[in-house]
């Protein structure tokens, strides 16, 4: 079992859907992060959250929020979605001043 | 100027070969650097971790820092076919509980058997 686990591995949704992304590490730490991946660019963090409260929003549209209930689980609820947020998105955890660490990511496809 | 600058290959090379993976950045504050290793349809996974200048060793790979030239390099010896993967660099001013990393766009490595 991996550190990070993410589900779905896969998602397809309409535009006008609502979906959510899970996210759970097991591995103790106390910050957790949502990033996204797209082709032919940089990761961009999205969301992080230090001991369950939200330190970093990156101008992220609010089409995508963030839930993070306990130091252990981390969601992404997904709504009105464009075509252009097709991508892998990434969590990932870390203990306070150490290295990240990532899941295997979720492939979001927006149609 | 992009803070992080990293070629995107595509690389490919011979099953052997030393292979050269390098970064270059503008922010003199950096002093944590990483690489990650991608494979298709994963997750980044830790590979290396050094603070400030100069040489990291662990088995193959060797991560090399040149704060004075703001310039980063990963190298892999006798590289494997499992080698192939996307190498990305990272790097960071901070630590902390706001741990922010900014990464390159990572290089396509290919090691032909």
């Known amino acids: 079992e991996t550190g990070v686990t993410q589900t779905p591995r896969h998602l397809v949704m309409g535009m006008t859907n609502k979906k959510s992304l899970k996210c759970e590490q097991h591995l103790g730490h106390n910050a957790m992060y949502w990033y996204k991946q797209s082709a032919k660019k940089p990761l961009e963090l999205m969301f992080v959250?230090?001991?369950?409260?939200?330190?970093e929003n990156n101008s992220v549209p609010s089409r995508f929020s963030p839930e993070c209930p306990n130091s252990s689980h981390l969601f992404l609820h997904l709504h009105t979605l464009q075509p252009e947020d097709s991508a892998l998105y990434l969590c990932?955890?870390?203990?306070?001043?150490?290295?990240?660490?990532f899941g295997e990511g979720s492939w979001l496809t927006v149609v | 100027q992009k803070e992080v600058e990293q070629d995107p290959g595509p690389l490919s090379v011979p099953e052997g070969a030393i292979v050269s993976l390098n970064c270059t950045y503008s922010n003199s504050a950096f002093q944590y650097f990483m690489w990650y290793r991608q494979y298709s349809r994963k997750g980044p996974e830790l590979l290396m971790y050094?603070?400030?200048?100069g040489n990291k060793e662990d088995g193959r790979f060797t991560a090399q820092v040149d704060k004075s030239s703001k310039y980063i390099s990963l190298f892999i010896r006798d590289s494997q076919p499992s080698d192939s993967a996307t190498y990305l660099c990272a790097m960071s001013a901070i630590r902390g509980s706001n741990y922010k990393l900014t990464f390159g766009k990572g290089t396509l490595l290919t090691v032909n058997p």
């Open positions: 959250y230090s001991l369950e409260e939200r330190v």
């Open positions: 050094t603070y400030s200048s």
């Open positions: 990932a955890s870390s203990q306070e001043g150490n290295t990240i660490y």
